[in-house]
């Protein structure tokens, strides 16, 4: 039963431009949202959250916007950089009790020149 | 966030064998955690790891394949028992840090099984 979905695979990018990416979950008890970022043989980094109670979180070149009612969050990376390039996982989690996070599969971008 | 070292940063290990992976956190946490991520796949939880207390673990893991030490608050340890080409994968530890309690992992240790 997978909760959290990522259903792209890949994305490529060109340098500059938007980059988006998606996230669906069905479990309605989550109320935390994160996005990872992980590059090979790392461990993955905290990118960016957003609660349930906001639709919108901003940190720099990075947004991440919930939909409650489509059970939807989105990542928006502009502008892309090359540096970017890493698979990205989001990640849900119901706080204020015992459950655990649970990751979506991943995408992986490729931002271009 | 926080400073994790993990030991050792990677492996190549008989079938058969056990490995034991160190994991160092720079400052006291109630609760470590480790998972697995196998190759091309998402991060799955193993247990939960907290100080004076046997480790959790979720369903499809059980102790006598991966105990688990907490000797203190800045330390753990996850042995991969008898190990199968099938448990070659990266484990990583984490901890929760900072607001809604966010998780910070570790740099991984990835383990290959021959």
């Known amino acids: 039963d997978q909760q959290v979905k990522q259903n792209s695979p890949s994305l490529s990018v060109q340098e500059g431009r938007i980059s988006i990416l998606n996230c669906d979950y069905t479990?309605?008890?989550?109320?935390?949202f994160l996005w990872y970022k992980k590059y090979p043989a790392e461990g993955p980094t905290f990118l960016i959250s957003?609660?349930?109670?906001?639709d919108k979180n901003e940190d720099g070149r990075f947004t991440v916007f919930l939909n409650k009612s489509a059970k939807h969050l989105s990542l928006h990376i502009v502008p892309s950089q090359p540096g970017d390039s890493a698979v990205y996982f989001c990640?849900?989690?119901?706080?204020?009790?015992?459950?655990?996070?649970?990751f979506g599969t991943g995408t992986r971008l490729q931002v271009t020149l | 966030s926080a400073v994790i070292s993990q030991k050792p940063s990677r492996d190549i290990c008989q079938r058969g064998t056990s490995l034991t992976i160190q994991c160092q956190v720079d400052?006291?946490?109630?609760?470590m955690f480790w998972y697995r991520q196998q190759p091309g796949q998402s991060l799955t939880l193993i247990a939960t790891?907290?100080?004076?207390?046997?480790?959790?673990?979720e369903s499809g893991f059980v102790i006598d394949k991966f105990p688990i030490s907490r000797p203190n608050l800045t330390f753990s340890t996850l042995t991969v028992s008898n190990m199968s080409p099938e448990d070659s994968s990266i484990y990583l530890c984490?901890?929760?840090?900072?607001?809604?309690?966010?998780?910070?992992f570790g740099p991984g240790t990835r383990l290959l099984v021959l």
């Open positions: 984490s901890v929760e840090r900072g607001f809604q309690e966010t998780q910070y």
């Open positions: 479990n309605s008890m989550f109320d935390y």
């Open positions: 957003i609660s349930s109670i906001k």
């Open positions: 990640a849900a989690i119901s706080t204020g009790t015992a459950s655990k996070l649970t």
């Open positions: 400052s006291q946490v109630t609760m």
């Open positions: 790891a907290n100080q004076g207390s046997e480790a959790t673990y």
